[in-house]
């Protein structure tokens, strides 16, 4: 459909803006307040309804949270960079993200869109032949960026309700429209399914930008599979302090257990039945140089092309882990920090969204499916939809990749942003027309 109530070129210039604050005070995930006050505030310009805070979560569910003294530095942060003071105390302490309706003026059913807003923990280059370096919006914050383009995922979604709102009149039903913190380590979604929110939904919406290389603005995939399912946990490993020269046998070498543990969880057979991955991405402890190290901690995740070779990979992980404990009379322990399974678009819709698609101006390229082979906090979310019998599908809006993603020189062609815009809100304002 064409939207011609709105001017689009001021439509479009305007979501850039946006991208660009949010791209220049990125936040990680759970320390997204700033962000979130940003965007609740433009809904707020829409007239329309928003909830936030510890209304949006299960504090059990809530995986991977900072510790306390990183979460009040960073609402600190927050509350200086930020002048909607009125909404960051019900965020205290990482409940980041909201959520709003756009209520119809017809019934029909309810649609789930959701869009995430975490960055990740890179950070960004200053090679001034960077867009964001030469346009004066390169990241204000160390080790934070916005590397994985949810900087415009969040635009996007902010353009979709502009959209939604304008042509009410034409909506059958109602869209529910949720903005994710803590996609980065599959931490998110988990907190927010468990609230009961997407329960409802009768078809559930998700979308990436860029992820595959060769596509350019206007290619749009109507489906992934692919989805591995993934557990992020840290090992914890407790030793004995004792000192190095003087008394070295009355030690227990907790590196030296996490060591054993890392070169052996690398060794894991993989599985014949499908994709297996293992990885451990920080190692961390000691205190130092003449000291046994008391204190180990490794970040591991793995994955698995179904639940089961997930579980798989997991299990041994974690019995290498013990086994690396005893070698050197360590303890250990385990604490789960994230975690997502895998899922299968549904079909029908997946049908309905390439319909839609075809007749929508400026997608010149349609993929019917693309295999995504990663983990996506989303899937916990349209697990549930589907468990309530829901259908649910995520797409991958093009765009040509100057760096990969995470990597310090990514970037986001910004063309992309509007017409994600208009995708989200055809799929919503369309799909009971097919």
Same mark, same amino acid.
Request: aromatic share 6%.
């Given at each position: ?83 909607? #003071? *009125? ?6 302490? $990482?409940?980041?993200?909201? &959520? %709003?309706?756009?209520?119809?003026? @017809?019934? !029909? ?40 383009? #949810? *900087? ?6 902010? $353009?979709?309700?502009?959209? &939604? %709102?304008?042509?009410?009149?034409? @909506?059958? !039903? ?49 489906? $992934? ?10 090992? @914890? ?198």
């Amino acid at each position: 459909m064409t939207f011609d109530r709105i001017d689009m070129a001021q439509f479009s210039q305007n979501l850039i803006d946006l991208r660009r604050d949010l791209h220049r005070y990125p936040e990680s995930g759970w320390t997204e307040f700033r962000t979130t006050a940003r965007i609740i505030t433009e809904l707020e310009k829409l007239g329309l309804p928003v909830r936030w805070g510890r209304q949006l979560h299960v504090r059990e569910k809530m995986l991977g949270l900072p510790d306390e003294e990183t979460l009040e530095a960073c609402w600190l942060r927050a509350e200086s960079e930020c002048d909607r #003071h *009125d909404l960051l105390e019900d965020m205290r302490g $990482g409940y980041t993200g909201c &959520l %709003t309706v756009i209520e119809g003026a @017809l019934p !029909g059913p309810t649609i789930g869109i959701r869009v995430d807003i975490d960055c990740n923990d890179v950070e960004e280059t200053d090679d001034p032949g960077h867009v964001p370096c030469a346009q004066g919006f390169r990241s204000v914050h160390h080790a934070c960026m916005h590397a994985c383009g #949810h *900087d415009a995922h969040a635009a996007i979604g902010i $353009g979709a309700a502009r959209l &939604l %709102t304008a042509y009410r009149d034409r @909506l059958r !039903g109602k869209v529910l429209l949720v903005f994710q913190p803590g996609e980065e380590g599959l931490r998110g979604a988990a907190s927010m399914t468990a609230a009961g929110l997407f329960s409802e939904c009768d078809y559930f919406f998700g979308a990436h930008v860029g992820l595959l290389p060769g596509l350019h603005v206007g290619s749009v995939a109507a489906s $992934g599979h692919g989805f591995l399912s993934s557990t992020k946990f840290d090992a @914890l490993f407790h030793g004995v302090p004792s000192h190095a020269g003087a008394a070295p046998e009355l030690g227990r070498n907790a590196i030296a257990a996490a060591a054993a543990a890392t070169l052996g969880m690398l060794s894991i057979s993989r599985h014949h039945e499908g994709a297996t991955r293992i990885n451990v991405g920080t190692f961390h402890g000691g205190t130092g140089r003449n000291v046994i190290p008391a204190e180990a901690v490794l970040a591991i995740e793995t994955r698995g092309g179904s639940a089961a070779l997930n579980e798989y990979m997991e299990q041994e992980a974690r019995r290498v882990c013990q086994a690396a404990a005893d070698m050197y009379g360590c303890t250990y322990e385990a604490r789960l920090m994230g975690g997502a399974g895998n899922v299968d678009c549904d079909k029908a819709l997946v049908e309905r969204v390439i319909q839609i698609l075809s007749g929508l101006e400026d997608v010149d390229q349609i993929l019917p499916d693309v295999d995504f082979g990663g983990g996506e906090d989303v899937t916990t979310m349209m697990r549930d939809v589907q468990a309530h019998g829901g259908q649910v599908t995520e797409l991958v809006f093009g765009m040509p990749l100057k760096a990969a993603h995470h990597n310090d020189h990514f970037d986001v062609d910004e063309s992309v942003i509007p017409l994600g815009a208009r995708i989200f809100a055809s799929l919503a304002l369309e799909l009971e027309n097919y």
